[in-house]
Nanobody
């Protein structure tokens, strides 16, 4: 499973960005998909996720500002980020918990990360 993340960039506080994460390769199913982020000098932290049945979960720091959606026909995940703040500055990594076969175990796959920089 390959994950290609895109959409990062430099914006001013209050502006918006949309990140995309496209899954490709051979897999049977994606059980769970989402985003983590890692700010400079800090540990990677959870941002948002969506389960196979559409259940959404957000970190408190992004809830009400970020919206996660998934296009199952394209196997692509989107993170709409509104009202961005300087503290949202981080490398954003998408991940997918996927099975490569019907009977295979779920494994975690990571994208390469996309940098979001929010200036004040």
């Amino acid at each position: 499973v390959q994950l290609q993340a895109s959409g990062g960039g430099l914006v001013q506080a209050g502006e918006s960005l949309r990140l995309s994460c496209a899954a490709s390769g051979s897999f049977f199913s994606i059980e769970h998909m989402g985003w983590y982020r890692q700010a400079p000098g800090k540990q990677r932290e959870f941002a948002a996720s969506i389960g196979r049945n559409g259940d959404l979960d957000y970190a408190p720091s992004v809830k009400a500002r970020f919206t996660l959606s998934k296009d199952n026909t394209k196997n692509t995940l989107y993170l709409q980020m509104n009202s961005l703040r300087p503290e949202d500055t981080a490398v954003y990594y998408c991940y997918a918990n996927a099975r490569t076969t019907a009977s295979g175990r779920v494994q975690v796959y990571w994208g390469q990360g996309t940098l979001v920089t929010v200036s004040s």
